[in-house]
């Protein structure tokens, strides 16, 4: 079943902060995070595993809540290189396969 | 430099022809996918493989077929039968078929359009 991505569209200036979460109905194993300009393909931004860890990449970090099976993206001081698509993928235990949500899309204005 | 090759960007075809959509990686990774991606949503997978001569398939198998004869090759042939064949279609591998704990890389995709 697809996670459920909120909010579906949020718009910024620069330097602004915003928050993109993830929710899935089942247990989750992993929980990756990319990011999609238009018409190009999606760029890996960081995978969350099991065990509620939160990790940063630059200005840009999550967090993974395995017991709600949600995961929150988190992204401070926006560039407008930030803006794009941003999808989670889900994982669960001994899948090979990811489910994606639907996306959230994100502009940086200046 | 490594990555994953998918050709051509664009195609175009007639309704009722089957067209096949190329992927390579020279990334030696185990793992390959078929995703199809419409107009402001996500991503749905079309078929996986682990291992060559092995695939499964995904949420939206129907209509399509793949093939993994060689381990750098996971093509994608869009069928007759696959109702609305007009997407965007991304091809990724992964580094191993140890679950889905892996980044998964993206090719440049194929945009194809069926008229």
């Known amino acids: 079943q697809q996670p459920v991505q909120s909010p579906q569209a949020v718009i910024l200036r620069e330097g602004e902060d915003a928050v993109i979460n993830c929710s899935s109905s089942?247990?989750?194993?992993?929980v990756h995070w990319y990011r999609q300009k238009h018409g190009e393909a999606p760029v890996f931004l960081m995978i969350l595993l099991k065990g509620g860890e939160q990790k940063g990449h630059e200005k840009i970090s999550a967090s993974f809540n395995e017991k709600k099976q949600q995961s929150s993206l988190y992204l401070t001081a926006s560039q407008l290189s930030y803006s794009g698509t941003y999808f989670c993928?889900?994982?669960?235990?001994?899948?090979?396969?990811?489910?994606f949500g639907q996306g959230t899309r994100l502009t940086i204005n200046p | 430099d490594g990555g994953i090759t998918q050709s051509p960007k664009y195609l175009f075809r007639k309704e009722g022809q089957n067209v096949t959509l190329s992927c390579e990686q020279n990334?030696?990774?185990?793992?390959m996918y078929w995703y199809r991606q419409d107009p402001g949503q996500g991503l749905r997978l079309i078929y996986y493989s682990q291992i060559v001569n092995d695939f499964q398939k995904g949420d939206i198998a129907e209509g399509y077929s793949v093939s993994r004869e060689k381990k750098e090759s996971f093509p994608l042939t869009v069928t007759s039968a696959q109702k609305n064949p007009t997407a965007f279609y991304l091809c990724?591998?992964?580094?191993?078929?140890?679950?889905?704990?892996?980044?998964?890389?993206f090719g440049p995709g194929t945009r194809l359009t069926v008229t």
């Open positions: 990724a591998s992964s580094i191993t078929t140890g679950g889905s704990g892996y980044e998964q890389y």
């Open positions: 990334l030696n990774h185990d793992a």
């Open positions: 993928g889900t994982g669960q235990q001994g899948a090979q396969k990811l489910v």
């Open positions: 089942k247990a989750l194993y992993s």
